[in-house]
C-alpha cells in the first residue's frame, strides 16, 4: 500500500457510498476528535501515551481522555491494540455556566471519580506511566503515576506537588531526572516563594501595571514579572515502580541569567544519559520586540555551567536534539536578526571540540524540527509545494533523500531500539492520527483511529493541486476541492480562501480552523492558493512578498483567478466569493480597495491600516522587515502608507464580514472595528462578528461553530443563483448548500 493509499484509506468509505454520505459540516469539525499536546513513548517502545480532546455540543461539555495504547508492530499477525482510557475529565465548555449545574467530575479506570484533568504524559519506566494535573483554583500542579499489572492501570497517585503550575516535562530513565518549564518571579528561583508573591499579587487593592520598555504584551497576555525558566528534579522508585522527589527543583538557567533572566522557551531536551540538558533561550534587553535572536544554550541537569553553544549574531534557534552518544548537539537557526521567516540552516555543535559545522547548507528549504537517525544521518521535517514532509539527510554530502512526501507530518520522534519513528499525520480530507515509518524506507502503519466513523458518515473532498501563472512569471501553487455530488455541467459558487502569515501556506494537512472542506461541503468549489510570501518553494519566493503587501500576491491572486475561471467552466463567475485571516484579512481589505469581481468577502483579524498596526502591535520585527523599517522614517513610511488598505476605503463597495477578537494582540481589535466603520459609514452591506474571550484564532468550541455558521451564512447569502428563492434567512444560525440537489 502506497502512502497515499494508506491515508486517503480513511475517508474511502465516503468516494465508495458517493451521494449516501452526507456532507461534511462545522458540527461534525468541532465535534472531531483530536490530539493535544505531545505523544509519549515508553522506553521501550512498546506503547505509547496520548491525551484526546472531544467537544460535545450537545451536553455544551469539553472532554479530555488520557489513553495509552500498545504499539504492535512487531507482532505480524496482529495490529496496534485497542487504546486504554486511563483517566477522563469533563467541563462545562460555556463561558457562565449555570451554578446548578453539577460539579465537574472525571473517572479513573477501576478507580473512585476525582477532579483532575490530565495533562503532559510522560513515561518513567516501562510499566509507570506520569501525568500533569493543575488545580484550576490554586494554578498548583501535581505529577501523578499510574502503573500498569497484570493486565490492568492503578489508580493514579501523586508523586510530586508543585507549589506553581509546570508544562513541557521531559524524563530521563536513565538518570532519574525529571525537567519540566515554570513561570518564575524576576527575584527568586523559587516556586514556592513565587507561589507566596502570586498569593500577596492578588491582595493587592490597584490593578496597575506599570512598564519600562517592550514588550508590553504578546499574542494575547500581557507581560508579566515571571519568566519561563527550566527546572529538573530527581526521582526516585520508592517501591513497586513508585516514584518520589529527591531533593528540591534546581533552575538549570539561573547560572546563565547575568544582567537580567534569559527568557526559555518550551525548546529543549535532555541528553542520553540524562546528565545534560539543551534548550533554546532568548536573552533580556531593550530590544524584544524588534530582534529575534534566540540562542542554543548546554547546561548541566545540577544547573552548572549554562553557556550558549552559538553566541553571537544570528536569528531565531529551535530544535535542538542530541546526537545518539550525547557528543553532538544538532539544532536549526536563522540567520537574519529581525526576520521571522528566514531560512532555517541545519547546525551541528561538537561539544568536546567547541565547533559548530553547517549541513545541507545550499538546500533551499527551510528545516522546522530536526532530529538524529544516526551517527551519518539526520532527519527534518519541511515544508514543499503544499506538503509537510519528512526527510533523512546525510551529514557529510547534504543530500536529501525524502521518506513521507505526501500529505502532512506533523510531530516526529523516535521509537527506541527501532528503525521507526512515531508520527502525527494528517491530509485535507484525512484527521490527524498516529502512525508509525520506517526510516529505511518509508513504509507506513496506522496506529490510531480517533475517529472511526467519519469516513463511513461524512463525504470528505479529496484536494486536486493546481497551477497558475502569476506575477513576474511565478508558478503559484494551491488546491481545489469539489462540492459532495459534483456534477461539472452545473454552475457552481466559488470559496476564494487566502492564507495569512503572510509566510505561511496552505499545506494538504487537516486543520480545525479554515478547513477548506466545510466550504466545499457547502456547495462551493473552494480553492486555496500560495502566492509570494508564502513558504515551500523556496527562500526568494518567501522573501518576494517584501515592501510588495498589495503588489505581486495580490496580482498573482487575481491573474490565477482569471485562469481558474477560464479552465473551470462550471465555476459561475457571478458568484464569487473571497475569504482571508491575518494578512489574508489585510488581502481582503486591497482587493475591497482595487476589485468588484467578488460578491462577497470575509475579513477575519485583518489588517485596516500599515501605520496604526506599527504602533499597536507586538512584534516589531515583523513590520520593520515587511515595510523595510519603521513609519517614522521619512523613506519608510512611504513604504507603509503605499501598502495601506485605508488609502482605499473610498472604493469598497463590495458587502464584507468582519470577524476580530478582543484578545487579539497581533492584529488588535481596532483594526476590525475600523474596517467595519469604512464598510458601514459608506453604506455597503457589512456584519460585525466579535468575540470578547478569542486571540487571532478563534479556539473554543462553541466560538469556532458560531464562526462557521456567521461566515457560510453570509458568503451563501451572496453568492445565491439569482433564481434560487429557497435560501434561509440570513439571520438564521443555519445555511444552505448550494449547488446539491440531492
Known amino acids: 500500500m502506497t502512502i497515499g493509499q494508506l491515508v486517503r484509506s480513511l475517508p474511502a468509505a465516503a468516494f465508495v457510498l458517493g451521494a449516501l454520505a452526507r456532507p461534511f459540516t462545522p458540527e461534525d469539525l468541532v465535534q472531531t476528535n483530536r490530539l493535544s499536546g505531545s505523544i509519549a513513548v515508553s522506553p ?208 538549570v538557567i539561573s547560572s546563565a541569567n547575568a544582567n537580567g533572566r534569559l527568557e526559555a522557551s518550551n525548546s529543549f531536551t535532555l541528553s542520553p544519559t540524562g546528565r545534560h540538558i539543551a534548550f533554546v533561550a532568548k536573552y533580556p ?58 531560512r532555517n540552516q541545519i547546525k551541528i555543535y561538537d561539544i568536546a571540540n567547541n565547533t559548530t559545522t553547517e549541513v545541507a547548507a545550499d538546500w533551499d528549504r527551510s528545516p522546522s524540527h530536526v532530529l538524529w537517525s544516526d551517527d551519518d544521518t539526520l532527519l527534518v521535517t519541511y515544508n514543499e509545494w503544499g506538503r509537510n514532509k519528512l526527510a533523512k539527510v546525510d551529514i557529510a554530502t547534504g543530500a536529501i533523500s525524502p521518506i513521507v512526501s505526501e500529505h502532512s507530518v506533523g510531530s516526529v520522534q523516535q521509537l527506541p531500539g527501532t528503525s521507526k519513528l512515531l508520527i502525527d499525520y494528517s491530509a485535507l480530507d484525512s484527521p490527524t492520527d498516529i502512525y508509525t515509518v520506517s526510516i529505511d524506507d518509508g513504509a507506513m502503519s496506522r496506529v490510531s483511529q480517533l475517529n472511526p466513523k467519519l469516513a463511513s458518515e461524512v463525504f470528505l473532498s479529496a484536494p486536486e493541486d493546481v497551477t497558475f501563472t502569476g506575477a513576474a512569471n511565478s508558478t503559484i501553487h494551491g488546491f481545489l476541492l469539489r462540492p459532495p455530488n459534483f456534477d461539472s455541467q452545473k454552475k457552481y459558487p466559488l470559496a476564494f480562501v487566502i492564507h495569512g502569515g503572510p509566510q505561511s501556506s496552505f499545506t494538504d494537512g487537516w486543520s ?35 515592501n510588495q503587501w498589495g503588489g505581486k500576491p495580490y496580482e498573482s491572486l487575481m491573474r490565477s483567478l482569471e485562469q481558474l475561471l477560464e479552465e473551470h467552466p462550471y465555476i459561475d463567475r457571478k458568484r464569487l ?27 477575519h483579524d485583518g489588517m485596516f491600516s500599515t501605520i496604526s498596526t506599527y504602533y499597536s502591535t507586538e512584534e516589531l520585527y515583523f513590520p520593520e522587515t515587511e515595510f523595510e523599517g519603521v513609519p517614522f522614517d521619512e523613506k519608510a513610511r512611504e513604504n507603509y502608507e503605499r501598502w495601506s488598505p485605508e488609502r482605499y476605503v473610498k472604493n469598497w463597495k463590495t458587502p464584507t464580514l468582519v470577524v476580530h477578537s478582543e484578545k487579539d494582540y497581533r492584529l488588535v481589535v481596532s483594526e476590525g472595528l475600523s474596517t467595519f466603520t469604512a464598510l458601514r459609514r459608506q453604506g455597503v452591506p457589512a ?55 440531492e
Open 44 to 251: 521501550n517502545s512498546a506503547s505509547i501515551a496520548y491525551i484526546q480532546a472531544h467537544y460535545s455540543i450537545e451536553e455544551k461539555r469539553q472532554y479530555t481522555q488520557l489513553f495509552v495504547q500498545a504499539l504492535t508492530d512487531n507482532h505480524p499477525h496482529r495490529g496496534s491494540s485497542r487504546p486504554v482510557k486511563i483517566i477522563e475529565f469533563s467541563a462545562d465548555a460555556r463561558p457562565n455556566p449555570p451554578s446548578a449545574h453539577k460539579e465537574d467530575d472525571d473517572e479513573f479506570a477501576g478507580g473512585p471519580k476525582k477532579h483532575l484533568k490530565p495533562s503532559q504524559p510522560v513515561w518513567l519506566s516501562d510499566t509507570s506511566l506520569g501525568f500533569v494535573a493543575t488545580d484550576p483554583g490554586t494554578g498548583k500542579s501535581t505529577l501523578y503515576s499510574v502503573r500498569s499489572g497484570k493486565g490492568r492501570w492503578s489508580k493514579p497517585r501523586p508523586v510530586v506537588a508543585m507549589a506553581v503550575p509546570i508544562s513541557d516535562l521531559h524524563f530521563s530513565t536513565e538518570s532519574g531526572i525529571l525537567a519540566f518549564t515554570a513561570e518564575v518571579y524576576n527575584s527568586t528561583d523559587s516556586l514556592v516563594e513565587t507561589a507566596k508573591l502570586d498569593y500577596h499579587e492578588k491582595l493587592r487593592a490597584d490593578t496597575g501595571q506599570t512598564y519600562d520598555d517592550l514588550w508590553v504584551r504578546h499574542w494575547d497576555t500581557f507581560v508579566s514579572s515571571k519568566v519561563p525558566q527550566i527546572y529538573t528534579l530527581s526521582l526516585k522508585v520508592k517501591d513497586k515502580d513508585h516514584f518520589k522527589p529527591k531533593g528540591e527543583p534546581i533552575n
Open 512 to 546: 480545525p480552523r479554515w478547513n477548506l472542506n466545510i466550504f466545499a461541503a457547502a456547495g462551493f468549489v473552494t480553492v486555496a492558493l500560495d502566492p509570494q510570501g508564502s513558504t515551500g518553494y523556496g527562500q526568494n519566493f518567501t522573501d518576494a512578498i517584501r
Open 577 to 603: 466569493a473571497a475569504l482571508g485571516a491575518s494578512y489574508g484579512g489585510y488581502m481582503i481589505n486591497w482587493i475591497n480597495g482595487h476589485s468588484n469581481v467578488f460578491k462577497a468577502l470575509v475579513n
Open 285 to 342: 534587553g531593550h530590544d524584544y520586540a524588534w530582534k529575534t535572536t534566540s540562542h542554543v544554550y548546554l547546561a548541566g541537569v545540577d544547573g552548572s555551567g549554562a553557556e550558549p553553544i552559538n553566541p553571537g549574531k544570528g536569528g531565531a534557534s529551535s530544535s535542538p536534539a542530541f546526537s545518539g552518544d550525547g557528543t553532538k548537539i544538532a539544532y536549526v537557526q536563522m540567520a537574519a536578526t529581525a526576520y521571522e521567516a528566514d
Open 687 to 741: 456584519r460585525l462578528l466579535y468575540f470578547p474571550d478569542e486571540n487571532h484564532w478563534v479556539l473554543k468550541p462553541a466560538n469556532s461553530l458560531r464562526w462557521h455558521r456567521e461566515v457560510l451564512a453570509w458568503i451563501t447569502k451572496w453568492t445565491l443563483d439569482d433564481d434560487d428563492s429557497s435560501a434561509t434567512p440570513y439571520d438564521s444560525a443555519r445555511f444552505r448548500v448550494q449547488g446539491n440537489d
